[in-house]
């Protein structure tokens, strides 16, 4: 089975662009969680969705940050506009919500904001 | 706020050795529990997971869960240099779908 899907992989950009980042989750999974890693933070959760439906958007750092899930099968973190503090990777998780499920990790996009 | 806290390390061990990762949570009510690994440069991977008080092997692998005393852990028997990674864990929290990451412990296994 394929497992979550993100893209790009590696995304360099300077600052003031918008950034999309895409997120294909586990097919049958029914939640997808958006994580930022940094040295300094660590793992840090910025959303995640039950059944598309945004749940808990509280990590989200700013309004710059934007995140949709408009089916099961796809999901995406826009950044608008970017700048360099939001150098880091962004993972996507995903997980079927029964009691005790792990979430499964993409590779995750790696961000670079010149 | 629920946490989940971790030695940061790096845990140094001689290859052959048990290495044992610590990690301690708050909220009483968690009942699942996950160890992932990670690799420089590489995405969180599932290695372990555990929901029952006492001990669950799998392979070189064993996890320890102490409700009572919010505790798990991880032992690796026999620890190789291709164990060297950073190692977090993980807790569910109760009546959710969040998972809420400990900030990881490095292990190094010297050859």
């Known amino acids: 089975d394929a497992g979550v899907i993100q893209s790009p992989r590696h995304e360099v950009t300077e600052m003031g662009q918008e950034v999309t980042l895409r997120c294909k989750p586990i097919s049958g999974h029914n939640s997808l969680f958006w994580y930022r890693q940094t040295m300094m933070r660590g793992l840090e959760l910025l959303i995640y969705f039950n059944n598309n439906v945004p749940i808990d958007d509280s990590g989200m750092p700013e309004d710059r940050f934007s995140a949709k899930m408009p089916n099961a099968s796809f999901s995406t973190l826009k950044i608008q506009p970017s700048e360099p503090r939001d150098s880091a990777v962004y993972f996507c998780a995903s997980s079927h919500d029964r009691l005790n499920q792990p979430q499964h990790f993409g590779d995750g996009t790696r961000l670079s904001i010149l | 706020q629920k946490e989940v806290e971790q030695n940061s390390g790096p845990l140094s061990v001689p290859e052959g050795a048990i290495a044992s990762l610590n990690c301690t949570y708050s909220d009483r009510g968690s009942q699942s529990f996950f160890w992932y690994r990670q690799y420089s440069g590489k995405s969180p991977e599932l290695i372990m997971f555990?929901?029952?008080?006492g001990d669950k092997e799998d392979g070189r692998f064993t996890a320890q869960l102490n409700k009572a005393s919010q505790y798990v852990s991880l032992l690796i028997r026999d620890s190789q240099p291709s164990d060297s990674a950073t190692y977090l864990c993980?807790?569910?929290?109760?009546?959710?779908?969040?998972?809420?990451f400990g900030a990881g412990t490095r292990l190094f296994v010297k050859a």
């Open positions: 993980a807790v569910r929290v109760t009546g959710g779908f969040k998972t809420i």
């Open positions: 555990i929901y029952s008080n």
